[in-house]
C-alpha cells in the first residue's frame, strides 16, 4: 500500500480498525477529538461499534465490557479525561482484561490547557490506578509510529492480557505526516476466558476482581506479576541515535525525544560528540538498551514537556552513575531545537563534575 | 418419586452468603427461573454491582462480569453492542444503581439500550454496615444519619422508576415487592417481561424490587416485611410507570 497523508489520530484511528478493533467507545475532548470523529464516520461502515458515552467512566466501563466479552476495544481521551478513567483502567488490569486506551496528552494539572504536553507520565507508567498492576505503554514519536504501535498495542494486549496505553500528545495528534498501513491479517488469539456466552457447553465464566482472602488475593496479584517479569523480558524497545561515541547522551520520548534529534544533528555539526536515547516502551521500560546507549557518556541530558518525570526512572536505571541534566517546557509549551541544543552545550561544558541532580 | 420443587437450572448448587431473612435470595431464585423459562442461560450475561450482590458471579449460573460500582450499565452496554445477540443484565442495589452510578443508569436508559436492569431497593447500604442510601426514605436511621434522614439536611430520596419513566429509551419501568406470594409472582412476570423486552429489541427494562435488610434495619426478617408494607410501598408505590416499544412501535 502507497503512503498517505494523515493527521495522527486520524491515523491512530485507521490503524485500529485495521488492528482488528470492534469497538470504540469515546467521549469528547481535545485534543484526541479527531479520533473519535473518524470512528464515528467509518467504525459502523466496517463493521464495528462507535458509540459515544456519557462519559469518560462511562466510555472506560463499556471498553471493559466489551473487552469482557472477548472483543477487540479501545477508548481514548486525553489527560484529564483519562484521571477518570483511571477507575475502570485498574478493575481492567484487575480482571486481565486486554483493551487499548489512548492519552493524547495535553498540559495539566487540573484542566491546564489543550496544547501539548507530556505531563502523564507518571500517571501513565507508575499510577494509572490504585493497587499493584502495570499498563503496557507505547510512546510513539511519528505517525507512522503511531500506526504501528497501535497495532502492537492490540497484538500485546491480547497476549499479556493486559491494558496497553498508546500514549500520544497533542503534537503526535495533530500534525500531518506521510504514513503507510500495513497490509496484515489479524489474527485474534483464542479468549476461552471471555464473557460470551456459555452455550451451555462449558462451565460459566467469571471475570471478577474481587478477592476477600488476603492469601487469594496475594496470590492473585503475585501471578500477575509473574506475567509483568516476562513482559519486561520481552517487550522493552527503544531508540539510539549516534550513541555509540556520545559524551552527551539526551533522554527523552514522544514528540520531545524528535525535536531532541534535531538538536542532537546540530551538536554534532558543532562538534559535540550528542546523541539520542529513545524509549519506545515506557512500560517495559528499556532499562538494558538505556545502559548501552550511556556506556560511554560523560552526562545525560533528559528532555521533556513537563518538568521532569521520565527523569527519575532514568537515574535510577542508570544507578545515578552520570550527571543527568534535565531541560523541559510544560503548560503546552513545546521545546524548540535551539533550546535544546543551548542546554547541550552547556552540558558538555560541565562534564562529568556536575553533581547528580 | 415426582420432583416438585427444584433449583432454578441457571441458579448454582452453591451456598448463598446473604443474611438471613434477606430477599435477594428471592430476587436471585424468580431471576434464575426466568432464565431457564426463557432457555437463555448459554446466551446470557449477568453484570453484577458493588454492594451486597457483588458475589452474584458465583450464584447465576451464565456467564457473570463484576462491574465497578455503579458502572453496571455501561458493562453491560458494553457487552451489549458488541455481542446484540446475548442477552445481557444488571442486577445492582439502590446505592449502586441510584447514587454512584446514577449518570450510567440514566443514560443507558436514554439510549434506550437493549439491557435488562434488575434493581434492587431496600433503602439502605447493606454490605458497608447500613449507611444512607439514595433511597433511605425521611425519618429513616441509618448509621449516617443516626438521627434519621433529615430531607433539609440530606436531600429527598430518589424515584428512579418514576425518573426514568420520562425517559423516551425507557421501554419498562415497573416497580415490584417481594413481601408476599402474590407480590413475589407479579415480580417475577415484570422481571420475565424485562427479559422479553431485551429479546424483542423493545428497548431498555427496568424492574425495581422493593427489598428488605433485617440485619441493618435492626429488624427481624418478619418485621422487615412489615416496614416494607407499611413504611416502603407507601413511598415507593408499585406500578408500571412506563410500558412501551421504543424500537419497533406500538
Known amino acids: 500500500m502507497s503512503k498517505v497523508l494523515m493527521k495522527g489520530n486520524e491515523a491512530l484511528a485507521e490503524a485500529a480498525m485495521r488492528a482488528g478493533c470492534k469497538c470504540f467507545f469515546g467521549y469528547p475532548i481535545t485534543p484526541q477529538t479527531e479520533i473519535s470523529a473518524y470512528l464515528a464516520k467509518h467504525m459502523a461502515k466496517r463493521g464495528g461499534v462507535f458509540l459515544q458515552a456519557e462519559s469518560e467512566i462511562a466510555a472506560i466501563n463499556m471498553t471493559l465490557g466489551a473487552a469482557a466479552s472477548g472483543v477487540r476495544a479501545m477508548t481514548s481521551s486525553s489527560s484529564p479525561g483519562i484521571s477518570l478513567k483511571s477507575e475502570g483502567i485498574s478493575y481492567i488490569a484487575a480482571s486481565d482484561l486486554p483493551c487499548v486506551i489512548v492519552n493524547v496528552e495535553r498540559g495539566g494539572p487540573g484542566l491546564g490547557g489543550i496544547q501539548p504536553a507530556q505531563s502523564d507520565y507518571n500517571q501513565a507508567v507508575k499510577a494509572p490506578g490504585h493497587g499493584d498492576f502495570h499498563m503496557l505503554v507505547f510512546a510513539p514519536s511519528s505517525v507512522q509510529e503511531t500506526v504501528d504501535m497501535t497495532y502492537l498495542a492490540f497484538d500485546m494486549a491480547d497476549k499479556y492480557r493486559m491494558p496497553a496505553m498508546i500514549l500520544s500528545d497533542g503534537l503526535m495528534g495533530q500534525m500531518m505526516e506521510p504514513v503507510e498501513f500495513p497490509d496484515r491479517e489479524v489474527n485474534p488469539v483464542e479468549k476461552p476466558w471471555a464473557c460470551s456466552g456459555h452455550k451451555n457447553k462449558r462451565e460459566h465464566n467469571i471475570i471478577n476482581s474481587l478477592y476477600l482472602k488476603p492469601d487469594i488475593l496475594e496470590d492473585s496479584v503475585r501471578s500477575r506479576y509473574k506475567r509483568y517479569e516476562q513482559v519486561e523480558n520481552e517487550l522493552p524497545d527503544a531508540e539510539s541515535y549516534l550513541c555509540e561515541d556520545a559524551d552527551i547522551v539526551v533522554t527523552g520520548f514522544g514528540a520531545a525525544a524528535r525535536i531532541a534529534e534535531t538538536a542532537v544533528n546540530n551538536a554534532r555539526e558543532k562538534g559535540i560528540r550528542a546523541g539520542l536515547f529513545r524509549p519506545k516502551t515506557l512500560y517495559p521500560f528499556p532499562k538494558k538498551e538505556l545502559n548501552e546507549a550511556v556506556g560511554n557518556a560523560k552526562a545525560i541530558l533528559d528532555v521533556e514537556m513537563n518538568m521532569g518525570q521520565m527523569i527519575d526512572d532514568i537515574k535510577l536505571y542508570t544507578e545515578c552513575r552520570l550527571p543527568v541534566y534535565f531541560y523541559g517546557r510544560t503548560g503546552g509549551n513545546i521545546p524548540s531545537a535551539e533550546e535544546i541544543l543551548h542546554e547541550i552545550e552547556v552540558c558538555s561544558m560541565k562534564g562529568e563534575k556536575a553533581e547528580c541532580r | ?250
Not at chain 2, 416438585?4 to 452453591?14: G, I, N, Q, T, W
Not at chain 2, 450482590?53 to 450464584?59: E, L, N, P
Not at chain 2, 422508576?161 to 419498562?172: Q, R, V, W
Request: charged share 20%; proline share 7%.
Open chain 2, 1 to 250: 418419586m415426582q420432583v416438585v420443587f427444584d433449583r432454578p437450572k441457571a441458579l448454582c448448587d452453591v451456598p448463598l452468603h446473604y443474611c438471613p431473612g434477606c430477599t435477594h435470595g428471592i430476587i436471585h431464585r424468580i431471576t434464575a427461573e426466568v432464565i431457564d423459562e426463557l432457555g437463555i442461560e448459554g446466551d446470557t450475561v449477568g453484570i453484577c454491582p458493588v454492594g451486597c450482590a457483588v458475589t452474584a458471579y458465583d450464584y447465576f449460573g451464565c456467564d457473570m462480569i463484576e462491574a465497578p460500582h455503579g458502572r453496571a450499565p455501561a458493562v453491560a452496554t458494553g457487552v451489549k453492542r458488541a455481542n446484540p445477540d446475548l442477552t445481557v443484565f444488571t442486577y445492582q442495589g439502590d446505592g449502586d444503581l441510584a447514587a454512584i452510578g446514577t449518570c450510567e443508569t440514566v443514560h443507558a436508559a436514554a439510549r434506550g439500550e437493549n439491557i435488562t436492569v434488575i434493581f434492587v431497593n431496600n433503602t439502605i447500604y447493606g454490605m458497608t454496615g447500613g449507611q444512607m442510601a439514595p433511597t433511605t426514605i425521611p425519618g429513616q436511621v441509618t448509621q449516617t444519619t443516626p438521627y434519621g434522614r433529615k430531607p433539609e439536611m440530606n436531600g429527598f430520596p430518589v424515584r428512579m422508576c418514576e425518573m426514568l419513566a420520562t425517559l423516551d429509551g425507557t421501554a419498562l419501568a415497573q416497580r415490584v415487592a417481594v413481601d408476599s406470594v402474590p407480590h413475589i409472582k407479579e415480580a417475577k412476570a415484570a422481571i420475565k417481561k424485562a427479559f422479553e423486552n431485551q429479546i424483542n429489541k423493545r428497548g431498555f427494562s427496568i424492574v425495581e424490587i422493593l427489598s428488605t435488610c433485617p440485619t441493618n434495619w435492626g429488624m427481624t426478617p418478619s418485621e422487615a416485611m412489615e416496614r416494607l408494607r407499611s413504611e416502603m410501598i407507601p413511598y415507593y408505590p408499585l406500578g408500571v410507570y412506563r410500558d412501551t416499544d421504543v424500537w419497533n412501535g406500538q
